[in-house]
């Protein structure tokens, strides 16, 4: 049984129902997105407030809302974990989540 502790901060959580993008409907299908080819030439710092090191040690691509990243986030606490996902909505709620559960979550302005 909850606490109603407990209670108020499930409530303080975005709700996923308001947060809902079809997997298929592709918002980036026109691929005008500039990627870089080969990780290593990717600038990681600008995801890092400038700083390159340490180094990116996990990636979750088509993280979703960020199940799996939370869960290693908690257990891998000094590692750099970095989560892709092109729906909009879902990143918007990954965000908002973050924030309330105080995790330090990063989404660059030229990934929407």
Not at 2 to 7: F, G, I, K, L
Not at 32 to 37: D, E, G, I, K, R
Request: proline share 7%; net charge neutral.
């Amino acid at each position: 049984m909850t606490s109603e502790v407990e209670n108020q901060e499930i409530a303080k959580l975005p709700q996923k129902r308001l947060y809902r993008q079809r997997a298929h409907c592709n918002p980036w299908a026109d691929h005008s997105l500039n990627y870089p080819t080969r990780p290593d030439l990717f600038q990681w710092g600008v995801l890092f407030d400038g700083k390159e090191e340490p180094p990116v040690t996990m990636v979750d691509i088509g993280c979703g809302y960020g199940g799996l990243l939370f869960s290693l986030s908690t257990r891998f606490p000094t590692s750099r974990i970095v989560g892709m996902e092109i729906r909009l909505k879902v990143m918007d709620y990954v965000q908002v989540s973050g924030q309330i559960e105080g995790r330090y979550l990063t989404c660059p302005s030229w990934l929407l």
